[in-house]
């Protein structure tokens, strides 16, 4: 789209504003309601937001920008019969030109969300994005990377560490603690025979309000059919990963922050599945996923084959953890600083601080359910480095950490 | 019992689709196991029924024979029987030859983008010319990678269409040094998007020399493209800086932190500084 020459550059003010807000947070930060009415957003810190993708999340999603966002655009492929280059569009690229948008929700398939994302951010927009936060391992460095170069905030659209345990926390982050026995055993609630994806179906015409070929976007461009669209996208590997990769990032990312878990990733991947299909997402019974500080979580669907028996749950409690450390390393404990609360997104927005999901510490967690993936596709067990963010002596499983896209659509 | 024969039964021997149309009732994993074993062990003349079989997508017939031959694809791989993977990519190559829907042929360079190696590579590139296979082609070339990108080069003067974005941007995704000719020529094309997947192309290569080239090009007006070629000014950057190279990545990042005074764009002058501040004294 084209930039309109005439509609005010409000842009200015507010990056204006955002960066002395930035310094003067050092200081003092006045609460907006002594600027204005409690209830009342005072018009210079009126953001100029976008959603992209509307449908299922999205509504939720932008109302998690915060308040003082002014919604300005919608984006949505399926808006063919509405788009306007104004207020609709379908083509993302276009919302991301404007100048007055600041902060994007973004609530598209997940084949999407790190595509837009690092575009929003090379942009220079701040970014809310839905969970899952990425499709494959490799898109989740991408945005970290996007994050960290161009200084922009990133929040996942979940907010499970926020309730986080910051004592247990502090001892993961410490780096006083070599080795743990923690077992933990999350059963069920994965969603696996509910987003599945068909293997038989019938290829329909593509409706006419609909841009396919956008929606599939890095995806091979295949004959649409309905189930592929939707929420029913979850069951199609070209989009997502099943109801592992759709409820995970939720349920594992409280774990993650409390356990360190964020901070590196699983070096050693055990599936039990039937063969995967190539393209539609299927059963699985169980996964164990071990660090190498011999902490271990095993994700088991309880909706195919035998429950995991393989080990038993061990959780600890901060006290525990405590526990393992020497009188010694306890007193180091105590001096060091308490990790800091976690910044929610409009805040993050407003003092430039990392937001709590940042692109880092989300990229870590979706590395989780990915791994897992992976394991169930190739069908075999996996290692993985968590510093190169490949996996060990197997080319053939790399191919799934780092997925080709279709052009034009590519990570950096 | 003929070999068609014999290769139904154990074809038939995957899951039937429930009511919905998946695979999510009565999945047997041994059952799968032990067909897919039996048929691997039948040979490349099992694999050319197998890929016969297969139909357009989503209909009846196609349903077992597109979940056996992956079944099949990823065999060799968890039995680690290379000599087998290389058969059976070689056969499913050959496959691309003959007369068949053109969704059948891509979902065989998918397969071959899954397992394949170099013995792909020759029957992938001769679909780079196809505007219905070229992305297909093109993705299951990068997904190989090693040896990719020479094929990819080679078809580049002939390519026409749709294939002169596929293949460039493939060539983009492995950043091959000696692709950089063909980088710096497509920064001017016609195309945008061939403009662009070019210049991150260009980025990626991490040569010294491709800096007054990209920031020449990102010089022009707001929008998209210049978005895209700014970002990769910054990737060249950060490569050169990674490589040592840290004058060149410095004058990228003066460039950038100088020229670009709008206040839309005060996240790149940004982002520039804290590039020249990480160089520190270098």
């Known amino acids: 789209m084209p930039h309109d020459a005439n509609r005010p550059d409000r842009n200015v003010s507010r990056r204006r504003f955002l960066a002395g807000a930035a310094a003067a947070a050092t200081f003092s930060i006045v609460p907006r309601h002594t600027v204005a009415g409690a209830q009342e957003t005072p018009p210079s810190e009126t953001l100029g937001g976008a959603l992209i993708g509307c449908g299922g999340r999205g509504e939720g999603t932008f109302r998690g920008l915060g308040r003082g966002v002014k919604r300005l655009a919608s984006c949505d492929v399926k808006y063919k019969d509405r788009a306007d280059s104004k207020t609709f569009y379908t083509d993302f690229r276009d919302v991301l030109e404007r100048k007055d948008i600041d902060v994007v929700a973004i609530a598209t398939p997940p084949g999407w969300h790190a595509l837009i994302s690092i575009a929003a951010m090379e942009a220079g927009k701040d970014v809310l994005c839905e969970k899952p ?71 329909r015409d593509v409706p006419k309000n609909l841009d396919w070929d956008m929606y599939c976007g890095p995806a091979p461009l295949r004959p649409f059919h309905p189930h592929r669209f939707g929420g029913s996208h979850r069951g199609y590997w070209d989009y997502e990963g099943g109801g592992l990769a759709d409820m995970a990032h939720h349920q594992l990312d409280r774990l993650a922050y409390e356990y360190g878990r964020d901070m590196t990733a699983p070096v050693e991947v055990t599936p039990h599945a039937p063969p995967q299909h190539p393209e539609a997402v299927g059963l699985w019974s169980w996964c164990e996923l071990k660090y190498a500080d011999g902490f271990t979580l095993v994700l088991d669907s309880g909706e195919w084959g035998q429950p995991y028996d393989r080990l038993r749950d061990r959780h600890i409690s901060e006290a525990d953890v405590r526990g393992m450390l020497s009188e010694a390393d306890r007193r180091k404990l105590d001096a060091m600083p308490d990790p800091p609360p976690l910044v929610r997104f409009d805040e993050a927005v407003r003092t430039r601080r990392p937001a709590g999901g940042n692109a880092d510490a989300s990229h870590r967690v979706a590395a989780i359910y990915h791994l897992a993936n992976i394991a169930f596709r190739v069908g075999r067990a996996i290692r993985f480095d968590p510093k190169t963010e490949k996996i060990i002596d197997d ?10 896209m279709r052009a034009p659509w590519r990570l950096g | 019992m003929s070999v068609r024969e014999q290769l139904k039964q154990l074809v038939d021997r ?27 062990a039948g040979g490349p003349e099992y694999v050319t029924g197998l890929a016969g079989m297969l139909a357009e997508p989503g209909s009846e017939a196609d349903v077992k024979p597109r979940y056996a031959l992956h079944c099949l694809v990823n065999h060799v791989l968890i039995i680690g029987d290379d000599v087998g ?85 493939a060539l983009a995704a492995l950043a091959e040094p000696q692709s950089a000719e063909i980088f710096a020529a497509a920064v001017d094309d016609e195309n945008r998007e061939i403009r662009i997947a070019a210049a991150a192309g260009l980025a990626g290569t991490g040569e010294a020399s491709a800096a007054d080239r990209l920031l020449g090009a990102a010089d022009i007006d707001h929008g998209w493209e210049r978005i895209q070629l700014t970002n990769s000014c910054l990737v060249l950057a950060e490569r050169l800086a990674e490589t040592g190279d840290t004058s060149a990545a410095k004058r990228i990042y003066n460039r950038l932190a100088e020229s670009y005074d709008d206040e839309a764009e005060s996240h790149v002058r940004d982002a520039a500084r804290r590039g020249i501040a990480a160089l520190g004294n270098a």
């Open chain 2, 14 to 40: 995957m899951p039937d689709p429930d009511g919905r149309g998946m695979f999510t009732e009565d999945v047997d994993k041994d059952r799968i196991d032990q067909a897919i074993a039996a048929i691997h």
């Open chain 1, 395 to 404: 080319e053939f499983a790399n191919r799934l950490v780092n997925q080709p």
């Open chain 1, 133 to 203: 936060m990425t499709r494959f391992i490799a898109e989740g460095r991408a945005v970290a990377d996007a994050e960290r170069r161009y200084g922009r905030i990133y929040q996942i659209g979940t907010y499970g560490r926020f309730g986080g345990n910051r004592g247990m926390r502090k001892v993961f982050e410490s780096g006083l603690l070599d080795k743990v026995d923690t077992v933990i055993i999350q059963r069920g609630d994965k969603k696996v025979k509910q987003w599945s994806g068909q293997v038989r179906y019938d290829i």
């Open chain 2, 85 to 169: 993977r290389k058969r059976l990519c070689e056969t499913l190559a050959k496959a691309l030859d003959d007369d068949r829907p053109q969704r059948v042929k891509a979902f065989l360079c998918q397969e071959l983008g899954w397992a394949g190696r170099g013995e792909s590579i020759g029957a992938l590139a001769k679909l780079l010319d196809n505007n219905e296979l070229c992305a297909a082609a093109a993705m299951a070339l990068v997904a190989i990678r090693d040896g990719a990108a020479k094929a990819l080069r080679a078809a580049w003067p002939n390519a026409n269409g749709d294939a002169r974005l596929h293949l460039i941007h």
